[in-house]
């Protein structure tokens, strides 16, 4: 039965009831540092404290259900919480260390028209704990974060930001929030209030097209937040952090990778502080869209002049963990 418990995962030191105070860091450190995977294996505690904290808390440890490994390397993870949502996270081996990719909601209702993660619908926010375990138990020593797995971060705007402050905690995993990336579809709004905060996250926007037109029938949240008010919101983004905004653009076949979308993308970008990421489409079942060819791909970045962009290299198609395809198919 789903257990009422507060989620101790969720919980900064100073929210922790330990007593004397210096417990709660230690706690917290068990936690974020050593990833311990329940109040009986902090050894240094005493007895009566893991006791009361058993008692006031659970420690939502997600089941590993499936774990699933790329030919490249890259691996989709499959877990179970427990109310018995179930949630993909994937982990990509660069040379500069382990990125994992988080998933932010159980499902999404953003109803992108390319992609396989929202399709459907929206099942559950998941608290900063049940994001924060993603990374920790997922038995790698993690470098960077991509909050670009199932879900809009912004959408669940309160547990995501709870989340990066669980990360990049001092006493805990104390990762840099320079090494964080939070991808969002294009919720302006959301932005203005993630640039009023000043965290030094790098800030991904799927982009998809340069015109309204074309963007609207691939993302509907375009009708709400069309391109001009959500590159002001981008710009407002740059103002207050510092950080240049990375753009996603997903190259479809014959839908918005021609030369021309290419240099419109280029003046609509031009006066912002920005890097393109091309990413060629993976392929979805049952959508009705096609993975570019090669030579368009190389010919989209070069009629973007110059901005400065990359090609990124696709990785765990063969698993469904490439963008847009988790929680497509059932390991
Ligand atoms: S692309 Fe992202 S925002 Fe759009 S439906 Fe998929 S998970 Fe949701």
């Not at 309160?158 to 969002?184: A, M, W, Y």
């Not at 709004?189 to 097209?209: D, F, M, R």
């Amino acid at each position: 039965m789903y257990n009422e418990k507060i989620n101790i995962l969720s919980l900064l030191p100073e929210e922790i009831e330990a007593e004397p105070a210096y417990r709660r860091g230690q706690i917290f450190a068990w936690l974020g540092k050593r990833a311990a995977r329940s109040f009986e294996a902090m050894t240094d505690l005493p007895k009566t404290l893991r006791d009361n904290l058993a008692e006031r808390y659970r420690l939502d440890v997600p089941e590993e259900v499936t774990r699933c490994v790329s030919t490249d390397g890259t691996e989709k993870i499959l877990w179970s919480f427990s109310d018995g949502e179930r949630i993909e996270t994937a982990l990509m081996r660069y040379r500069h260390g382990t990125s994992v990719c988080v998933s932010t909601q159980a499902g999404c209702r953003q109803g992108c028209a390319f992609c396989a993660s929202g399709s459907h619908g929206l099942s559950r926010n998941l608290s900063a704990g049940e994001i924060l375990a993603q990374c920790l138990y997922c038995g790698e020593d993690v470098n960077h974060v991509v909050m670009m797995g199932t879900g809009e971060p912004l959408d669940n705007f309160d547990e995501s930001v709870r989340f990066l402050k669980l990360i990049s905690h001092p006493e805990g995993r104390g990762l840099s929030l320079r090494n964080i990336s939070l991808s969002t579809c294009g919720d302006a709004e959301g932005i203005e209030k993630l640039a009023a905060l000043k965290l030094p996250v790098t800030l991904s926007v799927s982009l998809h097209a340069p015109d309204d037109e074309t963007r609207s029938r691939l993302m509907p949240i375009n009708r709400r937040f069309p391109i001009q008010p959500l590159l002001k919101a981008c710009k407002k983004y740059f103002e207050n952090t510092g950080r240049r905004i990375s753009y996603e653009y997903v190259i479809i076949d014959r839908l918005n990778d021609s030369p021309a979308h290419a240099r419109r993308l280029a003046a609509l970008l031009g006066k912002h502080p920005a890097h393109v990421n091309l990413i060629p489409y993976n392929p979805v079942p049952g959508k009705p869209f096609g993975a570019p060819k090669k030579e368009t791909v190389l010919r989209f970045a070069r009629e973007l002049g110059s901005i400065p962009a990359t090609v990124r290299r696709t990785l765990g198609t063969d698993i469904n963990a490439a963008c847009g395809q988790m929680r497509s198919g059932r390991t």
